[in-house]
T-cell receptor, first 116, second 112 residues
């Protein structure tokens, strides 16, 4: 069964508003979660690594003040897209490592964000 | 950093034929190479993976080969079926950095 959930599955918002996406670990406490972005017909690109109780590590080119990540508990990481613009429209996917494995990652079902 | 290239970008085969997708990576420290299948609007699903201490792995109709010297790995699907149609992504991971880098994807179309 699913081990990672995301909410919402899709969201439409107006330009300039903020949107929060939740990623929950269902089967164990994940100290690290990963956030990816996937534009239409493109690959997944790692945006940031979310660490419980500490600041997220952002990939080069990802604005940390625009994409706020909070990992306040071992089962929940949130991504807030602030002042969203149409170019932020994308598929956002979180993942976590399989329990006890530094290799395999479980992906959430993704959140489709459309900014009008 | 790691860079993963994937070819071809699209692949059309007839049902029953074999399909091969190839990837190359740049970071010799990468030690885990998964393959994902992604259907439209869905999450990537792990279909097979291989670690750097193994040269080949097979799971029913799917196999993956790894050439560490040449830094390339390939996905082989035999006896393809229409339900194999999807986008396939290779990826490389350096467990020291915990950063999964994806290839550009291959759209596979299996015609009945």
């Amino acid at each position: 069964g699913a081990v990672v959930s995301q909410h919402p599955s899709w969201v439409i918002c107006k330009s300039g508003t903020s949107v929060k996406i939740e990623c929950r670990s269902l089967d164990f406490q994940a100290t690290t979660m990963f956030w990816y972005r996937q534009f239409p017909k493109q690959s997944l690109m790692l945006m940031a690594t979310s660490n419980e109780g500490s600041k997220a590590t952002y990939e080069q080119g990802v604005e940390k003040d625009k994409f706020l990540i909070n990992h306040a508990s071992l089962t929940l990481s949130t991504l807030t897209v602030t002042s969203a613009h149409p170019e932020d429209s994308s598929f956002y996917i979180c993942s976590e490592n399989k329990l006890g494995s530094p290799y395999e990652q479980y992906f959430g079902p993704g959140t489709r964000l459309t900014v009008t | 950093g790691e860079n993963v290239e994937q070819h071809p970008s699209t692949l059309s085969v007839q049902e029953g034929d074999s399909a091969v997708i190839k990837c190359t990576y740049s970071d010799s420290a990468s030690n885990y190479f998964p393959w994902y299948k992604q259907e439209l609007g869905k999450r990537p699903q792990l279909i097979i993976d291989i670690r750097s201490n193994v040269g080949e792995k097979k799971d029913q109709r799917i196999a993956v080969t790894l050439n560490k010297t040449a830094k390339h790995f390939s996905l082989h699907i035999t006896e393809t079926q229409p339900e194999d149609s999807a986008v396939y992504f290779c990826a490389a991971l350096n467990t020291g950095f915990q950063k999964l880098v994806f290839g550009t994807g291959t759209r596979l179309l299996v015609s009945p």
